[in-house]
């Protein structure tokens, strides 16, 4: 065999090695990013935030917790969220969910549209007639569902003032 032909395949090898590793690593349950997600906890009776669920959250979610709607702030477009929320749509209809999507930013968290998202989202739990439980998460359920937390709790302050005062340590609570 040729030299030429054994770095052709050693580049190969290295640029699939390398490629398995990125897809790898933005695992939301793989090592790195396990230590920074974020904690599931309650802003409200019937609102739940937290990081992308783990595969064995799912049940837990569903049959433990018991939410029905789960509500995925990701953007389907990106490179790095798009397969995961095509995943959890299934995940969600697989384990008879109601799946939603807001798509919010990542890198630019205080912008309009994502403001305008959060806003949309928390008008529709509002209205929703509070009988549903929404688990709303982001892919590492730090900082949209941060965002989406203030506009709901704004919302709710203002569509409830007793409700809000009772839930307002919940929802600005890291």
């Known amino acids: 065999m040729r030299t030429e032909h054994k770095v052709w395949i050693l580049t190969?090898?290295?640029a699939g090695l390398f490629a398995f590793g990125l897809y790898s690593a933005f695992k939301p349950e793989s090592y790195p990013l396990k230590f920074i997600r974020g904690d599931v906890r309650p802003i409200s009776e019937n609102?739940?935030?937290?990081?992308?669920?783990?595969?064995?959250?799912?049940?837990?979610?569903?049959?433990?917790?018991?939410?029905?709607?789960?509500v995925s702030l990701?953007?389907?477009?990106?490179?790095?969220?798009?397969?995961?929320?095509?995943?959890?749509?299934?995940?969600a209809e697989k384990y008879g969910m109601e799946f939603l999507n807001f798509p919010m930013d990542f890198l630019?968290?205080?912008?309009?549209?994502?403001?305008?998202?959060?806003?949309?989202?928390?008008e529709y739990i509002l209205n929703s007639g509070g009988d549903k439980l929404f688990y709303v998460h982001c892919y590492l359920g730090r900082?949209?569902?941060?965002?989406?937390?203030?506009?709901?709790?704004?919302?709710?302050?203002?569509?409830?003032?007793?409700?809000?005062?009772?839930?307002?340590a919940l929802a600005t609570s890291p």
């Not at 064995?56 to 789960?70: A, F, Q, S, T, Y």
């Not at 389907?76 to 929320?85: H, K």
């Open 12 to 14: 190969l090898f290295f």
């Open 47 to 70: 609102v739940i935030i937290g990081p992308y669920p783990e595969k064995k959250e799912w049940l837990k979610l569903r049959n433990d917790i018991g939410v029905d709607v789960l």
């Open 74 to 91: 990701m953007d389907p477009n990106s490179v790095v969220e798009g397969r995961f929320v095509k995943a959890e749509k299934a995940m």
């Open 108 to 122: 630019h968290l205080s912008n309009d549209s994502n403001k305008a998202a959060a806003a949309k989202l928390s």
């Open 143 to 168: 900082h949209r569902v941060k965002v989406f937390g203030e506009a709901f709790k704004v919302l709710l302050e203002e569509a409830n003032p007793p409700e809000a005062q009772k839930t307002s």
